[in-house]
Nanobody, 124 residues
């Protein structure tokens, strides 16, 4: 079972940028789709972005299109989430997750390995 270790996150002001990283160890994610989810307090966990194994297919939730960018470096076994122009309502715990498929899907149950989560707090 691959382990996903997240880094990045923190406290920023509205309009600022952050980059999250998700590095795999104990296995490879190079043949798997990877997604980022987020969960705000008292709310369900939602899919934010996802990327195919080769980076050619991406999914973005409508709310983040044009501001968030997912990318990956398979040589480094790492996926990144660049978040620009952050909004206070995007304060949440962010999780990366590896899919059992090579192409991104929107079903949370397709994602079988999860990172530990990292808090992103956006102040107004």
């Amino acid at each position: 079972q691959v382990q996903l270790v997240q880094s990045g996150g923190g406290l920023v002001q509205a309009g600022d940028s952050l980059r999250l990283s998700c590095a795999a160890s104990g296995g490879s994610i190079s043949r798997s789709a990877v997604a980022w989810f987020r969960q705000a307090p008292g709310k369900e966990r939602d899919l934010v972005v996802a990327i195919s194994w080769n980076g050619r297919k991406t999914y973005y939730a409508d709310s983040v299109k044009g501001r968030f960018t997912i990318s990956r470096d398979n040589a480094k076994n790492t996926v990144y989430l660049q978040m620009d122009n952050l909004k206070p309502e995007e304060t949440a715990a962010y999780y990366c997750a590896k899919s059992k498929w090579d192409w991104p899907t929107e079903q949370e149950t397709d994602y079988v390995d999860w990172g530990q989560g990292t808090q992103v707090t956006v102040s107004s």
